[in-house]
């Protein structure tokens, strides 16, 4: 337990009053959840199971947010580290550009990311050149992940790199280390836990996101499209089963992930 966290020694109308409110919100989040599962057969969910469109689905759901996450925390983490330690003109810019794609609607961004990605574009043809496409494509899919994600990522690593304290960087460059040295040495080492936390945070957020995704590639589906998309035609019950699905391997990423990343940390 933190130093900072207060065990209250009796039950008071304060202590009693917050766990109530704490307990509405708990209750607000898992109850869907929990309605879903009940709803849901064991023979319903084995058909999703073994839906051929609902495995091919899944995997380019993982697929794509996993290598979305890891060629942009290529250039996102040493952007997380800028913004961690330097000053410089129109930071507050930067940080709020980056934030963006937070608050506008996903649908937009979808159509914004659609203008820079259409054959006729400079991208388009580069992509074409080499005999790839955005629209259409998992390419695309990747794009858009990573358009509503990445702020996740950056955002915890910054704070991370923010955290490491700057005497041992500065300590290391008195002692002739290179800037890149010290980065890789010192403050990617002991910001880790915090980038790791961004980089699970990001993944996951990009497996669910549908709305830019729907604009720039509709076909072949990712599962929130899939899902949406038997609900429209089919209604509740057959949607039903490829959500709780797709919720349950989200989780089990999760987890996993989270393990890993305690194991990483020596956190246990």
Request: proline letters at 6%; aromatic letters at 12%.
């Amino acid at each position: 337990m933190e130093k900072n966290e207060m065990r209250p020694k009796t039950i008071d109308p304060f202590y009693l009053m917050f766990s109530l409110l704490g307990g509405i919100v708990l209750l607000f989040v898992v109850a869907p959840l929990a309605g879903m599962f009940w709803n849901v057969s064991p023979a319903d969910l084995n058909g999703a199971l073994i839906d051929s469109e609902v495995q091919s689905s899944i995997f380019l759901t993982v697929f794509s947010s996993m290598a979305a996450t890891l060629i942009f925390a290529i250039p996102a983490i040493p952007l997380a580290y800028l913004l961690a330690r330097f000053k410089f003109p129109l930071k507050r810019l930067v940080t709020g550009i980056i934030e963006m794609p937070v608050v506008i609607p996903h649908s937009a961004a979808g159509i914004a990311l659609l203008g820079m990605l259409t054959r006729d574009t400079l991208l388009g043809k580069t992509a074409g050149f080499f005999g790839l496409q955005f629209v259409g494509g998992a390419l695309g899919i990747m794009m858009a992940m990573a358009f509503v994600s990445l702020p996740f990522l950056i955002n915890a690593a910054r704070d991370g790199f923010a955290a490491v304290p700057e005497r041992l960087e500065k300590a290391a460059l008195n002692l002739g280390a290179s800037r890149l040295r010290v980065f890789f040495t010192i403050a990617l080492p002991l910001a880790l836990r915090s980038i790791i936390s961004g980089l699970i945070l990001m993944f996951g957020r990009g497996m669910s996101e549908f709305g830019a995704v729907v604009i720039i590639t509709y076909h072949p589906m990712i599962t929130p499209i899939l899902i949406y998309e038997r609900f429209g035609a089919f209604g509740l019950k057959y949607a039903r089963p490829v959500a709780v699905l797709f919720i349950m391997i989200c989780l089990v990423f999760f987890i996993l992930l989270r393990l890993i990343s305690r194991e990483k940390d020596g956190d246990t």
